[in-house]
């Protein structure tokens, strides 16, 4: 059986590399790349693969809950990979707010939706995160 993953903020420097070993290494899974493409993301990190038969991108905001919900939906995920997130300390001192709501929220979108789509199922389903945050005091 086919399995697909969501792997977010698959643009960004980490995630990009992340998304391009699961490509290369899982030709019989589907990847799926979520990324907002803010300040971080570019896809010319990953312009090797974006012809890969087993790889997809989707440009969404993991803010987002109804497209979140939409994308669990349509594609079924068996897993998640959880990479994107607010990391540059300089934005942090301009916006604090947005850590808040793309690493607190943000991370809590994609858990309810896993949730609501796997039922509690995870001895299939795995939900992975991994989120590099430096603090600064000023």
């Known amino acids: 059986m ?3 993953l969501l792997i977010t903020g698959g643009a960004g420097f980490i995630g990009s590399h992340v998304v391009r ?3 290369q290494k899982y030709p019989d899974y589907t990847i799926v790349n979520l990324d907002a493409l803010t300040y971080a993301g570019n896809l010319e990190n990953l312009k090797d693969i974006e012809h890969s038969s087993n790889y997809s991108f989707e440009k969404a905001d993991i803010n987002d809950t109804n497209q979140i919900n939409f994308l669990f939906y349509k594609y079924n995920f ?4 959880h990479l994107a997130a607010e990391s540059h300390v300089d934005r942090s001192i301009t916006d604090p707010n947005a850590f808040i709501r793309t690493n607190v929220m943000g991370t809590a ?3 309810n ?3 609501a789509a796997w039922k509690g199922n995870f001895e299939v389903n795995a939900f992975i995160m991994y989120q590099r945050m430096k603090c600064m005091a000023h």
């Open 113 to 115: 939706a896993a949730c």
């Open 109 to 111: 979108n994609l858990l």
């Open 21 to 23: 070993l699961f490509v």
């Open 78 to 81: 068996d897993g998640v990979i």
């Open 2 to 4: 086919k399995k697909t």
